[in-house]
Structures are given as structure tokens and as C-alpha cells.
């Protein structure tokens, strides 16, 4: 029969790549709370409107690449295409306002966006996303962006820059808006069709257009940032200081809008020229009007978004990968090793020594062999002669040396064995 297929754009994430999923998850939570920030977790599945009203209706997500249906009831619902739209619609229904303690959230999980998929494009990808809500100070946009390099350096990844710029706020965006509509319908003929229609819906999308001829014509455009009011400015002027105490290195990329219609001042961006035509590992910016238009409370925010599976291409490429092995290997020959060995494997795990034995009347050659392709760092060899003499083979797989211990000590012995290494191993 036919074997069933995974949906295209849609990947498993097989165990011989999950240590670098641990990595990457452990290292965040690990900086991330460190920064005050807490987990939340919401829904895959939001009502359709959330996204359309929160993102914008003429943007590419909504417009192309949301996963949208009706429901049993006719009811038009979303696979959510980022995290920022639903933590915002959980933030205001659970009225978090009202709790000092939740200004800092993070989330990790599945997107959902129907693009071409491609190398580091896809159609169900992961992101690291993190919110603030309530704090307008810039100090706030430094430190989230130092924390972003924090992370990134913790990982041990490099070569990637921070890209920042300010795309101002409602008042100075909207005399802009009309300045940047004049220079595109001059140059109207020469853009895609695409940015022919975005050009009078909404004209600052055409900075996301990917066609090289369109990207050529807005070279020369007007730029926001050049246009920005005396607020804004001195915002954008405090986010680089603060950046600069920090020594977080960062370059002004006026060009940089973002896909989504929400923000507004500060937005960054993470980029990398290793990735081939991906060039964005993470992104984001403050979306000061976003709670309150979607019914909530008038309290800016601010967020940024990670792409886990670029971020693990591109560690994949840096560094050696994360390896996770087992302490203890059991080696079992014979009934009686069986019985004896099943049981010290539950009280070794029950201590916190991983611990992995052969199911399977393996020859001991090829339980050796299994041991050695785990990359367990001991092994203990249960025979049924052994047994019989109340003993046991315990082998280091590193310094291949063997030695005969008692039966009824096995369980410490090993214990202390571990602790004793691992020491030796801190002070060295
Ligand atoms: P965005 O919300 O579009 O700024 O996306 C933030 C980050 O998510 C990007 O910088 C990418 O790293 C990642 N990302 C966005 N879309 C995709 C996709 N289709 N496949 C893989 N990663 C993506």
C-alpha cells in the first residue's frame, strides 16, 4: 500500500536532530527568565479576524499565505501565522493588566504561513517569541535587543547583525505615507503588479517587495526615517544610546519596514548572509496602538520573533552539535542477567543516572557495539555465570579500562563512580 506522506512545507523533527531543538529551547528559557520574562502558551487555532485586524488586511501573511477555514459551524478560523496577535488577545481577555508580574512574556511553538517552501522557508515553522507590554521608555528596546544577542552568543553563533530602524508613529507616518504614494505612482510603469496595487493600498509594502526591479526603484524613495517627528527621533536617538552603553553593535537599515502593519517606532531585524535567499533570522518592534485596537487597554508593546529553524541552520553550520548520550549501558547474557540487570537499570534511572540495556538476546559483540554507537560512557556486563558469583563487569567506554565489582554494591559504586569523574572532569 502507498505509505502516507507529510503534508509539503510541514517537517518531522527526527531524534538525530532534537538535540539541537533542546539546545536552542533550554538556552532560551534559561536567558529569557533570566530577563524577567515568563512562559505563556496559547491556542494554534484563533478566530481568523484576530489576524486580519492585527497584522492588516493588505499585507502578505494575510493576503497569501494564511491557513484560514470554516469550521463545522461555518465559523472562519487561523493557524496562527505569528504569536504576537493571540498572546495580545490572551493578555487583554485575562484582563493581565491588572497583575504587575505579567509585563514580560515568551512563547515557542508552530507557525502556520503558505508560502514556496525552500531552504529555511516553510510552511509549519517554529519561533521564539517574546512580548512586553506597558513599558514605553526606550531603555526597554535596548535591553530587548541585548538580550536578543545575549541569547545568540550563548548558543555560540556569529556572523549575524543587527539591523535597526524607526518607522515613527501614527502622526509622522501619515504625512510620509503620502510623500512615499507620489514617488511611487511617478515610477508607477516600471513596478511589479503586485506593488502596482500594494502602492494605493498600502504603500509601504512595497519596501517588503522581493522582485530585484522593484527593490531598485525604492532605492531611491523617501525614507521614514528622514521624515520622522521630534518624539519619535528622540526615542530612535535613546534606543541607539542605550544600545551603544551595551556595546551591542547595531546598523540603521531605513529600508527595513517589516511585514506586518502593526508596528511602529523601533523595529529590528537579525540578519545573515548564510542562509542564502533567507536573509532574516528574527525581527521585531514595538506596536504601541496594538493592544488597545484589539479592545484591550491603551498600553504599548513591544516583541520580537526568532526563527528556530533558520537559527538551527545556521548553528548547524557553526558549531559541533550538542550531544546527548546515556551514562550506563546494560549489557545482558542470560535469563538471570536479565532479571538482575532490569531491575539495577530502574534504580540507577530512579537516582538520575540515565541508564539504557539491551531488550533483545543481543551477542554481547553487538550489545558492545550498541553501547559504543550511544556513546554511553559506561557499560555494565551482566552475565549469568557473573551473576551466579554475585559479580559484575563494569567497563569505562573512555579509558577502556574493566574492573569486577560486587553484585550488591553495584548501584552506588557506579553512582560514585559518576560523581567522582564528573568532578575530575569540572577541575580539570
Ligand atoms: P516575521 O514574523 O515574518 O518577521 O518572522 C520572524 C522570523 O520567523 C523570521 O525572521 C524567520 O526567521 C522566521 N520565519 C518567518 N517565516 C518563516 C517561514 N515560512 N519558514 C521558516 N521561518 C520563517
Request: with cysteine; net charge negative.
Amino acid at each position: 500500500m502507498e505509505s502516507i506522506q507529510a503534508i509539503k512545507g510541514m517537517n518531522d523533527i527526527l531524534p538525530d536532530q532534537i538535540q539541537w531543538w533542546q539546545l536552542v529551547e533550554r538556552t532560551a528559557r534559561t536567558i529569557l527568565e533570566n530577563f524577567g520574562y515568563r512562559e505563556i502558551r496559547t491556542p494554534i487555532l484563533e478566530k481568523t479576524e484576530l489576524f486580519s485586524r492585527s497584522i492588516g488586511e493588505n499585507t502578505d501573511i494575510v493576503e497569501k499565505e494564511m491557513y484560514t477555514f470554516a469550521d463545522r459551524k461555518g465559523e472562519w478560523l487561523t493557524l496562527r501565522p505569528e504569536a504576537t496577535a493571540s498572546i495580545v488577545r490572551a493578555f487583554i481577555q485575562h484582563n493581565l493588566q491588572a497583575d504587575p508580574l505579567a509585563r514580560k512574556f515568551y512563547a515557542m511553538g508552530p507557525m502556520f504561513r503558505y508560502e514556496r517552501p525552500q531552504k529555511g522557508r516553510y510552511r509549519q515553522f517554529y519561533q521564539l517569541d517574546a512580548e512586553v507590554f506597558g513599558v514605553e521608555d526606550p531603555m526597554l528596546d535596548a535591553e530587548l535587543m541585548n538580550m536578543l544577542r545575549v541569547f545568540l552568543e550563548q548558543l555560540g553563533l556569529s556572523g549575524v547583525v543587527l539591523h535597526i530602524n524607526s518607522l515613527g508613529c501614527p502622526e509622522c507616518r501619515t504625512p510620509y505615507r503620502s510623500v512615499l504614494q507620489k514617488f511611487l505612482v511617478e515610477n508607477a510603469a516600471d513596478f511589479c503588479p503586485d506593488c502596482q496595487r500594494r502602492l494605493h493600498v498600502n504603500p509601504l509594502r512595497v519596501f517588503d517587495c522581493k522582485v530585484e526591479r522593484c527593490q531598485k526603484i525604492i532605492e531611491n524613495a523617501p525614507m521614514l526615517l528622514d521624515s520622522i517627528c521630534e518624539d519619535c527621533r528622540d526615542h530612535f536617538e535613546a534606543v541607539r544610546s542605550y544600545l551603544e552603553r551595551l556595546q551591542t553593535k547595531y546598523e540603521i537599515n531605513p529600508r527595513m519596514v517589516r511585514g506586518l502593519d502593526y508596528y511602529m517606532r523601533t523595529t529590528f531585524e537579525i540578519i545573515t548572509d548564510r542562509l542564502g535567499a533567507q536573509n532574516a533570522v528574527g525581527g521585531g518592534g514595538r506596536y504601541d496602538g496594538l493592544v488597545r485596537d484589539l479592545g484591550g487597554p491603551d498600553l504599548p508593546g513591544i516583541g520580537f520573533a526568532i526563527g528556530m529553524e533558520r537559527l538551527i541552520l545556521l548553528l548547524q553550520q557553526q558549531r559541533t552539535e550538542p550531544k546527548r548520550s546515556p551514562s550506563m549501558f546494560i549489557a545482558l547474557l542470560g535469563d538471570r542477567a536479565k532479571q538482575e540487570g532490569f531491575l539495577i537499570a530502574q534504580q540507577l534511572r530512579s537516582i538520575g543516572i540515565e541508564t539504557e540495556l539491551d531488550y533483545a538476546k543481543h551477542s554481547l559483540k553487538s550489545q558492545m557495539r550498541r553501547a559504543d554507537k550511544l556513546t554511553a560512557r559506561y557499560v555494565l556486563i551482566l552475565g549469568d555465570d557473573e551473576i551466579l558469583a554475585g559479580v559484575a563487569q563494569f567497563r569505562d567506554m573512555e579509558s577502556k579500562s574493566q574492573s569486577t565489582i560486587p553484585l550488591d554494591r553495584v548501584v552506588p559504586m557506579i553512582k560514585n563512580t559518576i560523581e567522582n569523574n564528573a568532578e575530575t572532569a569540572a577541575n580539570d
